[in-house]
């Protein structure tokens, strides 16, 4: 079963900062997804990655699959990016067909 | 836009009551989840769903039981709600892979007195 691990648990930043997520796991995989809880629940799914860099407005992913790892940057940060936001691997060996869990960060940017 | 939907977003319910969680999305996917999120615990898989009338354990079914009559549709259901089933609980559903993105329901806070 794989094994996910998020750091930081807490990150807190002002407006404006360069952040950096952490996500490690310990199967090797052919996809990583990383997801957005805003408060209040709504869960969104940021991107789905299975090699290099994606980049959507401020947010850029990477990994790199030999060393089973991710990282999550956010560009200039602002107050609205406040949220938890969650990695998640295929659940190999686990409950067939699904995704497992990072416990997730959470951010704070103050103004 | 894919949506989904969640028939509450918070619900008190008594001990020992049989409490029903739905759960609709819109775009014929063929997997559908339903998870629990608990502070410190993250994202744990309660059941989820391949197929009409198909089912699987999750991670944590002990307590649940669920129901797909139809694609769109899968249902949650405590049969006799206990304290330690407080909790936020979520839907979600995707195309078909394992690999595919899944999209979530914002989520129902049961509270169980």
């Known amino acids: 079963k794989n094994e996910v691990e998020q750091s930081p648990q807490n990150l807190t930043a002002q407006e404006g900062e360069f952040i950096t997520i952490n996500c490690s796991y310990s199967?090797?995989?052919?996809?990583l997804h990383w997801l957005q809880q805003h408060p209040g629940g709504g869960i969104v799914s940021l991107f789905m990655l299975s090699s290099g860099k994606k980049k959507h407005g401020r947010l850029i992913a990477t990994i790199n699959i030999q060393e089973k790892h991710s990282s999550l940057h956010i560009t200039a940060s602002h107050p609205r990016d406040s949220a938890v936001y969650i990695c998640a691997v295929p659940n190999y060996g686990g409950s067939q067909g699904n995704l497992i869990f990072g416990k997730g960060t959470k951010l704070s940017v103050k103004p | 836009d894919v949506k989904v939907t969640q028939s509450s977003r918070y619900l008190v319910k008594r001990t020992g009551e049989k409490v029903f969680l739905e759960c609709v999305q819109d775009?014929?996917?063929?997997?559908m989840f339903w998870y629990r999120q608990d502070p410190g615990l993250g994202l744990r898989l309660i059941y989820f769903?391949?197929?009409?009338?198909?089912?699987e354990k999750g991670d944590i079914p002990e307590g649940y039981s669920v129901s797909r009559e139809k694609k769109e549709r899968f249902s949650l259901i405590l049969e006799s709600a206990s304290t330690n089933q407080t909790s936020m609980y979520l839907c979600?559903?995707?195309?078909?892979?394992?690999?595919?993105?899944?999209?979530f329901g914002p989520g129902t806070r049961l509270l169980v007195l």
């Open positions: 775009m014929d996917h063929e997997n």
């Open positions: 979600a559903s995707s195309l078909s892979q394992i690999q595919e993105t899944q999209y």
């Open positions: 769903s391949y197929d009409v009338k198909m089912k």
């Open positions: 199967v090797g995989i052919s996809a």
